[in-house]
Protein backbone atom coordinates (compact mmCIF):
# COMPACT_ATOMS: atom_id res chain seq x y z
CA UNK A 1 0.00 0.00 0.00
CA UNK A 2 0.89 3.59 -0.61
CA UNK A 3 0.82 6.41 1.93
CA UNK A 4 0.19 10.09 1.10
CA UNK A 5 1.63 12.69 3.42
CA UNK A 6 0.69 16.32 3.00
CA UNK A 7 2.25 19.79 4.65
CA UNK A 8 2.62 23.33 4.02
CA UNK A 9 -1.41 24.27 4.51
CA UNK A 10 -2.42 27.22 6.23
CA UNK A 11 -3.76 30.25 6.28
CA UNK A 12 -2.17 33.66 3.93
CA UNK A 13 -3.40 36.87 2.63
CA UNK A 14 -5.26 37.30 -0.97
CA UNK A 15 -1.91 37.88 -3.34
CA UNK A 16 0.24 35.93 -1.28
CA UNK A 17 1.82 32.72 -1.28
CA UNK A 18 1.72 28.89 0.16
CA UNK A 19 3.95 25.50 -0.75
CA UNK A 20 2.51 22.03 -0.25
CA UNK A 21 3.99 18.94 -0.48
CA UNK A 22 3.17 15.30 -0.17
CA UNK A 23 5.43 12.46 0.11
CA UNK A 24 4.42 9.19 -1.22
CA UNK A 25 5.76 5.98 0.72
CA UNK A 26 5.22 2.59 0.92
CA UNK A 27 5.53 -0.72 -1.33
CA UNK A 28 5.97 1.13 -4.40
CA UNK A 29 6.97 -0.38 -7.51
CA UNK A 30 6.21 2.44 -10.05
CA UNK A 31 4.87 5.99 -9.17
CA UNK A 32 2.93 7.61 -12.48
CA UNK A 33 1.20 10.20 -12.65
CA UNK A 34 0.50 12.42 -9.21
CA UNK A 35 -1.78 15.77 -8.92
CA UNK A 36 -3.82 18.16 -6.37
CA UNK A 37 -7.33 18.59 -5.91
CA UNK A 38 -9.16 20.75 -3.93
CA UNK A 39 -12.82 21.05 -2.57
CA UNK A 40 -14.19 23.93 -1.36
CA UNK A 41 -17.87 23.77 1.40
CA UNK A 42 -21.04 22.38 -0.27
CA UNK A 43 -18.60 22.00 -3.90
CA UNK A 44 -17.50 19.36 -5.65
CA UNK A 45 -13.92 18.09 -5.35
CA UNK A 46 -12.04 19.71 -8.70
CA UNK A 47 -8.72 19.10 -10.21
CA UNK A 48 -6.22 21.55 -9.59
CA UNK A 49 -3.29 20.35 -11.20
CA UNK A 50 -1.41 17.31 -12.21
CA UNK A 51 2.03 15.94 -13.54
CA UNK A 52 3.37 12.72 -15.22
CA UNK A 53 6.26 10.84 -14.02
CA UNK A 54 7.95 12.57 -16.63
CA UNK A 55 7.09 15.96 -16.27
CA UNK A 56 4.14 17.08 -17.99
CA UNK A 57 1.92 19.31 -16.30
CA UNK A 58 -2.00 20.11 -16.49
CA UNK A 59 -3.63 22.29 -14.68
CA UNK A 60 -7.30 23.69 -13.94
CA UNK A 61 -8.39 26.58 -15.69
CA UNK A 62 -8.93 28.95 -12.52
CA UNK A 63 -4.98 28.54 -11.51
CA UNK A 64 -3.07 28.55 -14.38
CA UNK A 65 -0.55 31.03 -14.74
CA UNK A 66 -0.59 31.18 -10.35
CA UNK A 67 -0.05 27.99 -9.46
CA UNK A 68 3.01 25.32 -10.61
CA UNK A 69 3.18 21.53 -10.21
CA UNK A 70 6.57 20.05 -9.81
CA UNK A 71 7.89 16.58 -8.36
CA UNK A 72 10.63 14.79 -7.13
CA UNK A 73 11.21 10.96 -8.70
CA UNK A 74 13.98 10.35 -6.48
CA UNK A 75 12.37 11.66 -3.32
CA UNK A 76 8.89 10.65 -4.32
CA UNK A 77 7.42 13.80 -3.45
CA UNK A 78 4.79 16.24 -5.34
CA UNK A 79 4.99 19.99 -4.72
CA UNK A 80 2.36 22.61 -5.62
CA UNK A 81 3.59 26.02 -5.39
CA UNK A 82 0.51 28.57 -5.16
CA UNK A 83 1.24 32.06 -5.73
CA UNK A 84 -1.31 35.31 -5.74
CA UNK A 85 -3.81 33.30 -4.10
CA UNK A 86 -7.32 34.50 -3.85
CA UNK A 87 -10.10 33.93 -1.57
CA UNK A 88 -11.44 31.38 -4.12
CA UNK A 89 -8.76 28.98 -3.47
CA UNK A 90 -10.17 28.58 -0.45
CA UNK A 91 -10.11 24.72 0.19
CA UNK A 92 -9.07 21.73 1.56
CA UNK A 93 -6.40 20.41 -0.75
CA UNK A 94 -6.41 16.48 -1.82
CA UNK A 95 -2.90 15.13 -2.75
CA UNK A 96 -3.67 12.25 -5.62
CA UNK A 97 -0.96 9.63 -6.70
CA UNK A 98 -1.53 6.80 -8.92
CA UNK A 99 1.14 3.96 -8.43
CA UNK A 100 1.43 0.40 -8.66
CA UNK A 101 2.52 -2.04 -6.02
CA UNK A 102 4.68 -4.99 -6.59
CA UNK A 103 1.96 -7.30 -6.93
CA UNK A 104 1.20 -5.67 -10.14
CA UNK A 105 -1.88 -3.90 -9.29
CA UNK A 106 -2.42 0.18 -9.94
CA UNK A 107 -4.28 2.22 -7.50
CA UNK A 108 -5.65 5.89 -7.09
CA UNK A 109 -4.25 6.91 -3.27
CA UNK A 110 -5.26 9.26 -1.83
CA UNK A 111 -3.71 12.06 0.97
CA UNK A 112 -5.85 13.24 4.14
CA UNK A 113 -6.14 16.69 2.76
CA UNK A 114 -4.58 20.09 4.11
CA UNK A 115 -6.57 22.99 4.82
CA UNK A 116 -5.88 26.17 2.57
CA UNK A 117 -7.26 29.37 3.42
CA UNK A 118 -7.13 32.62 1.96
CA UNK A 119 -8.56 36.11 3.72
CA UNK A 120 -9.83 39.09 1.57
Known amino acids: QVQLVESGGGLVQAGGSLRLSCAASGSIFSLNAMGWYRQAPGKQRDLVADITRGGITNYGDSVKGRFTISRDNVKNTVYLQMNSLKPEDTAVYYC??????????????WGQGTQVTVSS
Open 96 to 109: KATARDYRWDEYDY
